[in-house]
């Protein structure tokens, strides 16, 4: 039972430089979400996604880019990376439970250093 | 808007003793609550919730929580805390019908000392 699933684990990237963080989760749920982790911060979301096609944004989108073309999975761009993205981010997916509530679950995260 | 506050950023403890984590919570409008568990280099797993009913939810690992609407808190306790209990412990909010996004608080580190 892979649930959700976060490649790379950590990465060290150059000032400037790009990448995908990936996120494949196999519990056909159609929410998903990317958030940053910063110590004493808690956790903010960044991008979420509600099906196949679309995204919205959350509190902390600037610097990100994301798409979901399938139910699977919803990469997480990062097109010039800078020091302030320097981060632990979490991917998450969720269905609608009974009362309408989404429980969410996580990824085991990516933790990124801009340099 | 919704936010959440958790009252301490630390929390260090004994083996075996009681110990609570305090949350407070703003919202104008009806919300679920959260309490998280993040063990060191893991992800986030859900330790319990509040939906509606009964103010006294129980979760894994012993864990409860007691939600109370006029002091717009949720405390996370635990009668005998263990070591394998150190962790981060994060409230988090929703509001119903609203894609689930979460609103998660700053964050407690439970540290359990022998």
């Known amino acids: 039972n892979a649930g959700v699933t976060q490649t790379p684990k950590f990465r060290i990237l150059k000032i400037g430089q790009s990448m995908t963080l990936q996120c494949t989760q196999d519990?056909?749920?159609?929410?998903m979400y990317w958030y940053r982790q910063d110590p004493g911060m808690g956790l903010k979301l960044i991008y979420y996604?509600?099906?196949?096609?679309?995204?919205d944004k959350g509190e902390v989108p600037n610097g990100y880019n994301v798409s979901r073309s399938t139910t699977e999975d919803f990469p997480l761009r990062l097109e010039l990376a800078a020091p302030s993205q320097t981060s632990v981010y979490f991917c998450?997916?969720?269905?609608?439970?009974?009362?309408?509530?989404?429980?969410?679950?996580f990824g085991a995260g990516t933790r990124l250093s801009v340099l | 808007a919704q936010s959440v506050t958790q009252l301490d950023s630390q929390v260090p403890v004994f083996e075996e003793a009681p110990v609570e984590l305090r949350c407070n919570y703003s919202?104008?409008?009806?919300?679920?609550l959260f309490w998280y568990v993040q063990y060191p280099n893991q992800g986030l797993q859900l330790l319990l919730k509040?939906?509606?009913?009964?103010?006294l939810v129980k979760g894994i690992n012993g864990f409860e929580a007691e939600f109370n609407k006029s002091q717009t808190s949720f405390h996370l306790r635990k009668p005998s805390v263990h070591i394998s209990d150190t962790a981060e412990y994060f409230c988090?909010?929703?509001?119903?019908?609203?894609?689930?996004?979460?609103?998660f608080g700053q964050g407690t580190t439970l540290q359990v000392k022998p």
């Open positions: 998450a997916s969720s269905y609608p439970s009974p009362g309408g509530v989404n429980i969410q679950y």
């Open positions: 919202s104008s409008v009806s919300v679920y």
């Open positions: 988090a909010v929703s509001v119903a019908g609203n894609t689930g996004k979460l609103i």
């Open positions: 509040y939906l509606s009913g009964s103010t």
């Open positions: 996604s509600v099906g196949a096609g679309i995204t």
């Open positions: 519990m056909n749920h159609n929410y």
